[in-house]
């Protein structure tokens, strides 16, 4: 009896002290994970912090990128290069990139930032949308089929609402839809004939057999009326705010 009183206690303190090291071992395993999850959050928020400002030439993207960046509007300016500058909101902030829209330089241009975007600003000159609809929507086209824009959430910005010939916002998205429903028809019967020489890999929009939707894109897109002369941009910069 005194030697298996005597052992008892020793049985107890290498129990818990096996318990002791188990559960150090989970906390630092546990530890590790959680760094593991921070630091991969912080990475892929760092790795994607631009916002870029892309449409056609004279949507009015440089006057907006002006306004937000520098509180005035230009008289006349036409990008040729990038605009970049540090969007700032409290202690939060982004990068934001004006996009050239002239055809021979803005896809070029786009390819360069679009791995890094974490939202997308489409501009359409509301006044001229009308007259120019097959071109913006070839543009929104290709950067909505963008396999690297697939995570983007994307804004199209009516721009101009302060002149009288503006369209608003919902015959727009309207009118859109309807155009974009014969881009790519256009599209899907080119890359069936041609091999196309980009480095950009595309997805086909929307629902198969059915008319081209909005509300059916993988990306969350939002339709928001501005005028960058009246510096009526609250809907951009809360749009922005709520994704730094």
Known sequence: MDKLSESAPENTTSTVSEMSMTSI???ALLGFIVMAIILLLRRRSLGRRDFLLTG?????KTAIFMQLMHKKFPSTFISITENVGEYCSGRLSGRLVDIPGHYRVRDKSFNQYKRTAKGIIFVVDSA????EIRDVADALHGILAD???????????????DLSTTKGAQVIKSILEKEMNIVRITRSRKLE?????SDSKTVFLGKEGKDF???HLHQNVQFYEC??????????SDWIDRML
């Open 227 to 236: 005028s960058a002369k009246e510096n009526q941009l609250s809907n951009l």
């Open 213 to 215: 939707e909005f509300s």
């Open 56 to 60: 056609l030439s004279e949507s009015g």
């Open 128 to 131: 001229t949308v009308q007259k």
């Open 147 to 161: 396999a690297a824009t697939q995570s983007c959430p994307i804004l199209i910005l009516c721009n101009k609402q």
């Open 25 to 27: 071992v989970l906390a």
């Open 193 to 197: 004939s041609v091999i196309e020489e």
